[in-house]
């Protein structure tokens, strides 16, 4: 049992070295992708909270003043980026569509592990240089941040990270009964937008509907962790997310192990 454990350990830490080894190999892809789009993205999301106060000309939405939504903002676009999976979920696909899952599923693991330890092992490599975007604004403009809350905020957000991914197994799962499944990624990642509160704080939607998406798992990816460092929740708020995240991945995997089981059956595995 325990060496089995061993042998599971290591060879998943493989995998994420490997997500490591494969962005850093193209030094100006990762530069893009962990330092100039998030730096982008961050200016961006400043400059719209900027006019709308400015256009709204009050000092205060909803009970909060223009620092906490700057803070938002700053920490919003950070978290959104950890807590998408596109790009893994977009090769799942391609492989299921291609055939060349073949080689995959001869070897000595699951695909879902696979592909699940590169997620972390990317997520971790962008987040620790992405993280200093949000870090350096937040000192500069002194905007509210509760910065001994970040741990268990990375907490929630990577075990959200382990539902996102069971997401993006079942759509890739359906790539063998259907065409075109990558449209499903663009439909998921948009209702995400809304739903995570990455396009704006899920507090300011009129009840019932506020409570109902607060509730939900996808709050876990932007709404929660980020009003809690910024204040907006207490620490009740990121315990309930993570026992609404645990029944979701129950589910979730509960669906994807009958669609895969189901779809190796008629899968004619005779592509590359």
């Given at each position: 049992m325990k060496t089995s454990f061993v042998v599971f350990l290591r060879r998943n830490l493989a995998f994420a070295k490997l997500a490591i080894v494969s962005n850093l190999e193209y030094r100006l892809n990762y530069f893009v992708d962990a330092v100039l789009q998030p730096?982008?993205?961050?200016g961006i999301e400043m400059l719209l909270w900027f006019a709308v106060f400015a256009g709204a000309a009050t000092t205060e939405i909803a009970g909060f003043g223009r620092e906490y939504y700057l803070s938002y903002a700053l920490w919003g676009a950070f978290f959104a980026r950890i807590c998408t999976s596109w790009m893994y979920e977009s090769r799942m696909i391609q492989e299921i569509d291609t055939g060349s899952i073949n080689s995959l599923l001869t070897r000595p693991m699951s695909y879902y592990e696979y592909y699940f330890s590169q997620l972390m092992g990317y997520k971790l490599i962008t987040t620790l240089?992405?993280?200093l975007v949000p870090v350096i604004v937040i000192l500069i403009f002194d905007l509210p941040t509760h910065f001994k809350r970040l741990p268990l905020a990375f907490a929630l957000e990577f075990y959200y990270l382990i539902l996102v991914h069971s997401i993006s197994f079942v759509v890739?799962?359906?790539a063998f009964y259907l065409n075109k499944v990558h449209s499903f990624t663009g439909a998921k990642n948009l209702a995400l937008w809304f739903f995570t509160g990455e396009l704006f704080p899920l507090d300011l939607i009129p009840e019932p509907l506020r409570s109902t998406l607060i509730a939900l798992p996808f709050s876990a990816g932007?709404?929660?962790?980020?009003g809690y460092i910024t204040g907006r929740l207490e620490v009740s708020s990121v315990w309930q997310s993570f026992i609404s995240i645990t029944i979701a991945i129950v589910i979730v995997n509960s669906i994807g192990a009958v669609i895969w089981r189901k779809g190796l059956k008629v899968y004619a595995g005779t592509g590359a």
């Open positions: 730096t982008i993205t961050t240089v992405s993280m890739a799962s359906s932007v709404y929660v962790p980020v």
